[in-house]
């Protein structure tokens, strides 16, 4: 019984783990990893399957696999954030000259944004504001700033040109 346990716990441990990147390889890769992923993600879960109506008690079924989803899923999902790249990100506001302006800038300044600013053409109350966020720290500076003055903004994230 014990070894059956053994096998169970580690089998759901596998599972959820290729499972989980299955799945971000299904949303970010390309065709034909995704492929393989889900191809060896639904094998093995054939075999648990399998394993999920041996002997061992349903309460202790239940738990193992509950348990191997919290820690199996967030294991992956932190290796997945520790390991991204950093990507340039574009936001662009429309802030209020009277209210904003100066302070904003300011601000900016101060914080080391990068950032350039034009008048809104037909629209002499406002400016837009363009930063440039080459890390994900100077996106959640970007976002405190603008956060601060109640502006309405936009963000796009760079993509690499094809050729």
Known sequence: MTKLLIIFVALNILN?????????????????????????????????????????PLWEKVLIVAITNLVGVFFVKLIEEKTQKDKLWKVEAVINKQEYYTNLLKECEEKECRYNYFDVIGDKERIQVNFYCYTQEESKTVKEIL???????????????VG
Not at 25 to 40: M, R
Not at 151 to 161: A, G, I, N, Q, R
């Open 16 to 56: 959820v783990v290729v499972q989980t990147v299955r799945s971000l390889f299904t949303i970010h890769g390309n065709k034909y990893t995704a492929s393989l992923a889900n191809a060896i993600a639904y094998g093995l879960y054939t075999v648990v399957i399998i394993y999920t109506v041996c002997d061992l």
């Open 147 to 161: 956060d601060n003055y109640n502006c309405k903004y936009f963000v796009s994230e760079s993509k690499s040109l």
